[in-house]
């Protein structure tokens, strides 16, 4: 049974950096496709950055340059890097393999000001 587990949110000041991380069971995570989606409350959830398994990035225009996602096929994870956080990237992350409706749990990204 594939299984996405989230971790690595809380709360940070403006400014501020966090790593998310997504570890992946039941599947070969080396041939997979994933993304990074956010909720905001209130608001539809969004694509963040994706990565192929050929490592090929793509990111939303309000990750371009803060942003990093990257993946370690022998830990069967995939990261999230956020730099200079801002209040308005408060949400619940979700990571999920690409084309299916295998999804996380998420995690609560809060960014005080």
């Known amino acids: 049974q594939v299984h996405l587990e989230e971790s690595g949110g809380g709360v940070v000041q403006a400014g501020g950096s966090l790593r998310l991380s997504c570890v992946v069971s039941?599947?070969?995570?080396?041939?997979?496709?994933f993304e990074w989606y956010r909720q905001a409350p209130g608001k539809q959830r969004e694509i963040v950055a994706d990565?192929?398994?050929?490592?090929?990035?793509t990111y939303a225009d309000s990750a371009k340059g803060r942003f990093s996602i990257s993946r370690d096929n022998a830990k069967n994870t995939v990261y999230l890097l956020m730099n200079s956080l801002k209040p308005e990237d408060t949400a619940i992350y979700y990571c999920?393999?690409?084309?299916?409706?295998?999804w996380g749990q998420g995690t609560q990204v809060t960014v005080s000001s």
């Open positions: 990565i192929s398994r050929g490592g090929v990035t």
């Open positions: 999920r393999i690409m084309e299916t409706s295998h």
């Open positions: 039941g599947t070969i995570v080396s041939l997979a496709d």
